[in-house]
């Protein structure tokens, strides 16, 4: 991304589009990702709740998928998981 | 009037001598003066020597320092002639108008003054009749006016009854009132 | 109609301050500035101006809920003086950075210590670098038309930026002088409603304040705020002009006292200038073309009206009200020297260190700095380049 301009940003350092944190992909900060093992999760959403980074897509009160554009794989979901259902996993080089 | 008169206060801490100059200044104002009045500020309290000052101009005033050779000097205590040089900086023709019992000669002599004019009224006196307590700054500012005819007597009631009147009852004002124009009919010197 | 009064500085800057009517008054007393927030109190106590009044437990937090309640979308206003300043020091830059058009009477005081609570301007010309303007003022009525066109000038969509008005500690703060109070309508059209495009408020269109600007923006946003700085140059003029319709005094950058043939010219600010405008009086009189220079600007800097204005002198000198410790003189004499630096032909400048922690300056003192320009005038040689005025050897 190009960065503007003195004369082409908001004064102030004021940031007018709500939620823009998303426009950052902080998904390639991962080394390890969060696999999600569906037979073995029971949806109690404890890693919707811990997620640092909203990176638990849930829909009707059920674990949908994992955000992995934004997750930086802290492993947080991993190690709050009740059930052991989310192993992380090494992320492969693609050469 | 000169074009510009300045006027030195002394007095000790809670006897009004800042009041009187925002109100000989206020009072001037009315009869279309350009003025300045402001007090000396220090560590002083109750009881400590003091000072203030008034300037009354026929133009606006241009100056910011301290006044150092006054026109005219009033001293609210004549306990403060044995501790403060009243005549400091006082020019040849100048006035000085005191608060005491005694005449003008004994307090030339006092001062070992023989230029300018000295005047004294026993404000304390008027003050305790009138006001039944020793507030002699009213008075005073009677007096001075008497001395040195800087603006009528009635303007000096109006500034007295505008100022007063959001803080003090009708009868400390009416009080004040009266001793301003007895100390104005009282006043002597020469 | 204007009415007369009789009024201190302090009592006038609160007035104004009334008639402006802000959203926000957030702010903490301080000696020589208390008058200031003691009327404000009372005003709002009988129900004179319907601002909300912060009683805040310090300075710090005084910025602090003016820079909250401006980024809301409300006028917001507060006061103070030396250390007070001193203590709300990370806001002040935090005010400017944000672009938010907060006015602040500072009642100068000396910046302590030992302590001290008479007048210099070693307060307000420590915050020259914080991004905010400062408008200094020469009398009482110079305070009053200061703080209602500060107002414009901040709000103005070109500016955005805060504003102080600066008053001399006592020497104007505790004075009775003659001022002339417009009527409350006048001032109320005349500084209008204050409408921040970005309140935080404003649910329909949200906004981030404050966020982490590191070495990919934070640049640009200062650079802005050096625009902004160059653009008021201008608006204070415009706002200046306007000012004049309603009240009859208009306002410049400087101000330029029988400067038209002068040849030594004192150039000063604050309430000094008035002292100085007497001493030029008794000096025309004998025949002595003298002049003053009065910066009512003194940020942004008015560096071209200045060059202008001392095209054809032939010795200046520069009274500072505050040292600038290890530097080559005051704060005023560097601004202005280095401004004058382009000029083909050198002028003679020297510097006056004076007035620090509310030592008397007088006339006699003045005449004795234009006694000095002659003698430079005449030999072409400075043999001091900074001295002190009123200092004991």
Redesign the interface.
Known sequence: MKEKGWKDIPIGGLILEPGNAKNYKTGSWRTFKPVRDEEKCTHCLLCWIYCPDSSIIVEDGKIKNIDYEHCKGCGICSVQCPVDAIKMVEEVKEE | MDRMIEIRWHGRGGQGAKTAA?IL??AA?KEGK??????E?GPERMGAPMQSFTRISEV???????I?NPSAVVVLDSTLLDMVDVTEGLPEEGIILVNTSRTSPQVREKLNFNRGKVYTVDATSISLSALERNLPNIPMLGALIKATNLLKIETAVISIKEKMGKKFASRIIEGNVEALKRAYEEVKGE | MARVVGLTGDEVAAEAIRQINPDVIAAYPITPQTEIVQRLSQFVADGLISAEMVRVESEHSAMSACVGASASGARAMTATSANGLALMWEIVYIAASLRLPIVMPVVNRALSGPINIHCDHSDSMGARDSGWIQLYSENCQEIYDNLIQAVVIAENKEVLLPVMVTLDGFVLSHAMERVEILEDEEVKNFVGEYKNPHSLLDLNNPVTYGPLDLYDYYFEHKRQQVEAMEKALRVIQGVGKQFAKISGRSYGLIEEYRLEDAELVVIALGSTAGTIKEAVDELREEGVKAGLLKIRCFRPFPGREINEALKKVEAVAILDRSASFGAEGGPVFLEVRSSLFEKTERIPIINYIYGLGGRDIKVEEIKGVYQTLQRIARTKRVEKRVDYLGVRE
């Open positions: 925002l200044a206020e104002l350009y003025v300045q009045a402001f007090p500020y606006p005033i241009k100056l910011h320092s301290h150092t």
